[in-house]
């Protein structure tokens, strides 16, 4: 595709239900990264990718985040138990080569999943 | 701690003038990359320019440029000519393991 593509763009969702969000990043790019925005914030580093293996997740707040990556191009982050403060924009980020190493590459972010947990 | 810290939360300037968002950074990493990422309300983050920590020489790209002082640990956006379009979120950031790492951002308002 052209760029990065998220779905759904808005989730309402009610305190302890579970959501899944999904990411589509750009064709061939092999990192992947996920990011949370609170309301008037900078995005933070949730979890990130290189093909399927999830190489770092340590911004995950809880054990409730999960995300996957199975065939190394679409991946889900999924949310179990909603809670109030889980209430955020998520954006999934691409980038085109691996992401050891240190090179700097450009991450391209998708429009983001507004997530409001009532 | 790796931190970036934007001290100035809100600006407006008149169409056409020159601005200059603040920014700087902690970290005791010597190899980095800078970024300034623009937020439209529409949300989707877009890259406006990077720096690689390593090159002394200032990064430009059309109206945008930069002022990065490595020992300061600073690292402002100048943008020239400003354009009604330029009315968006800016972020700075830095990258280390390709882990990029966020300010709070400056809300920037061009005004006709």
């Known amino acids: 595709g052209a760029g990065v593509s998220q779905s759904p763009r808005y989730k309402v969702a009610k305190r302890g239900q579970d959501v899944a969000l999904r990411c589509d990043p750009i064709?061939?790019?092999?990192?992947l990264f996920w990011y949370q925005q609170a309301l008037g914030q900078g995005p933070e580093f949730l979890t990130y990718?290189?093909?399927?293996?999830?190489?770092?997740k340590s911004g995950l707040p809880s054990d409730r985040f999960f995300a996957e990556r199975p065939e190394g191009s679409v991946s889900t982050l999924k949310i179990q138990r909603t809670q109030q403060e889980d209430s955020a924009v998520y954006l999934c980020a691409s980038s085109s080569i691996r992401a050891s190493g240190g090179h700097g590459e450009t991450q391209y972010f998708g429009p983001g999943t507004r997530l409001l947990v009532l | 701690a790796q931190t970036v810290t934007q001290s100035q939360p809100e600006m407006s300037v008149q169409e056409a003038e020159t601005v200059t968002l603040s920014c700087t950074y902690d970290?005791?990493?010597?190899?980095?990359?800078l970024f300034w990422y623009k937020q439209p309300p529409s949300r989707q983050m877009i890259l406006v320019i990077r720096?690689?920590?390593?090159?002394?020489q200032n990064a430009t790209e059309n109206r945008f440029s930069v002022n990065f002082q490595k020992a300061a640990k600073s690292f402002s956006l100048k943008i020239s000519d400003s354009q009604l379009g330029d009315t968006a979120m800016y972020f700075c950031?830095?990258?280390?393991?390709?882990?990029?790492?966020f300010g709070k951002g400056t809300r920037l308002h061009i005004l006709p």
């Open positions: 064709s061939g790019h092999v990192s």
């Open positions: 720096q690689e920590a390593y090159k002394q």
């Open positions: 970290t005791s990493e010597n190899n980095y990359y």
């Open positions: 990718f290189q093909n399927e293996a999830q190489l770092d």
């Open positions: 950031a830095f990258m280390i393991d390709d882990k990029i790492i």
